[in-house]
């Protein structure tokens, strides 16, 4: 939203609201039913960076938010000079599918709404002056 990426790469994030992590994490912590050593996934779902823009634009009108996808010979030459870009590029159009049913069966979670978790986490940024109207 602050432009300093002018597109979107045909990339897929996993995500979580990070008090839904807290909550897991203390759970670990608390509950009888955890194994020692035992790996639990916490994720609500995977967004594709056009899904997550869209959520952005839809609910911040007045913010420029990137739209336009980035056509995968940028980003590989991008990736030659930014090692950052180079770190991603084997998850180029690659839906990324975590397993989060021991979260729920252990645990008992109930994931938040994953937009409204992207709305109000932006909502703050915005607040804190972390982005700015353009």
């Known amino acids: ?29 608390t509950s009888p039913n955890v194994k020692e050593s035992q790996r639990i996934i916490i994720n609500c779902t995977t967004l594709w960076l056009k899904d997550l823009a869209n959520i952005l634009k839809q609910n911040f009108p007045d913010y420029s938010v990137p739209m336009k996808q980035i056509p995968f010979f940028i980003i590989k030459l991008v990736s030659f000079f930014d090692s950052a870009v180079k770190f991603i590029m084997p998850y180029w159009n690659r839906e990324i599918v975590l397993d989060n049913s021991k979260s729920i069966e252990i645990f008992g979670m109930i994931y938040r709404d994953i937009e409204l978790t992207i709305v ?5 940024m915005i ?8």
Not at 120 to 124: F, R, Y
Not at 127 to 132: A, E, H, R
């Open 1 to 29: 939203m602050n432009r300093k990426i002018p597109g979107l790469g045909k990339f897929a994030l996993p995500m979580v609201d990070v008090r839904d992590c807290a909550y897991a994490h203390y759970l670990a912590t």
């Open 120 to 124: 109000e986490g932006t909502q703050s």
């Open 127 to 134: 607040n804190c002056g972390l982005i700015i109207k353009k």
